[in-house]
């Protein structure tokens, strides 16, 4: 079955930890995950300066391990992202901004990627805040 | 073509939800989705006429509920259950909603491909 994740949960709620089991899970089983859209508060997943102590989960790294070993597509919604301060290098110097923090395996685009995931998605899994 | 709810569950101004969920919609809508929209829990407070969100430095939700119409969303509805609980009549309401009860609501629910509640 194809899956469209949308997660909207900060990476420090509840939800977002059971985006990625969940997603893990659909891998395993053989689901076809091809995009998680984060949105929202859930577009700060995409903020490489987060550090979760050690003995908490570090749920972006778990969506990185899983860009890397599914190529899994890691989108974060633009407008949501630049009001929550993640940007990529080039926002940061089109914005003039001193530092561009966005996480190594996520991207940054547009709400269309989400409506796109939606069109070809069977099931659209939404995991809110 | 996939027949998409968007569910607004939240007041209009306590978070961000409600505009990142218009948002979204607008966009599905503009890719060609069939897109409709149900007002629920707190989110019947977003069908309140008279916002006036510059009181709070925010746009006003229920002005760009009216672009709705624009996107041809025109399916749009509201819990009965939702807007009871709250006092709030249904005759006296921004948009030009179908109100429906449980029976209604739950063949609404079933019909749809794709649900967004967030």
């Known amino acids: 079955m194809k899956l469209t994740l949308l997660v909207t949960a900060a990476p420090h709620q509840e939800n ?3 985006a990625l089991a969940f997603c893990k899970a659909a891998l395993a089983r053989g689901h076809d995950v091809q995009r998680v859209f984060f949105y929202g508060d859930g577009a700060t997943h995409g903020n490489s300066l987060l550090l979760p102590p050690q003995d908490e989960p570090d749920v972006a790294q778990g969506w990185r391990e899983l860009n890397e070993s599914h190529a899994l597509e890691l989108v974060v919604c633009v407008a949501a992202a630049l009001k929550r301060g993640v940007m990529d290098a080039d926002m940061a110097r089109r914005e003039d901004k001193a530092l561009a923090n966005l996480a190594s395996g996520f991207v940054i685009s547009g709400l269309g990627q989400l409506a796109e995931a939606m ?3 069977d099931r659209l899994v939404s995991f809110p805040g | 073509m996939k027949h998409t709810l968007f569910i607004q569950h939240h007041a209009p101004y306590g978070s961000e939800s409600p505009q990142e969920q218009l948002d979204a919609l607008l966009v599905a809508a503009a ?3 069939k897109v409709s929209v149900l007002f629920q829990d707190d989110g019947v407070w977003q069908l309140l006429p008279q916002q006036e969100g510059h009181a709070l430095e ?4 229920a002005a760009q509920l009216q672009a ?3 996107y041809e969303v025109n399916a749009l ?4 259950a939702s807007l009871a609980e709250r006092g709030l009549d249904q005759s006296r309401l921004a948009l030009n909603v179908q109100v429906l009860d449980a029976a209604a609501l739950k063949k609404l629910l079933g019909d749809q491909d794709l649900l967004l509640r967030f």
């Open chain 2, 31 to 33: 890719f060609g989705q």
């Open chain 1, 119 to 121: 069109m070809e998605a």
């Open chain 1, 16 to 18: 977002a930890w059971h």
């Open chain 2, 77 to 80: 509805y509201a819990d009965a």
């Open chain 2, 68 to 70: 709705l119409e624009l």
């Open chain 2, 58 to 61: 925010r746009r006003t939700l």
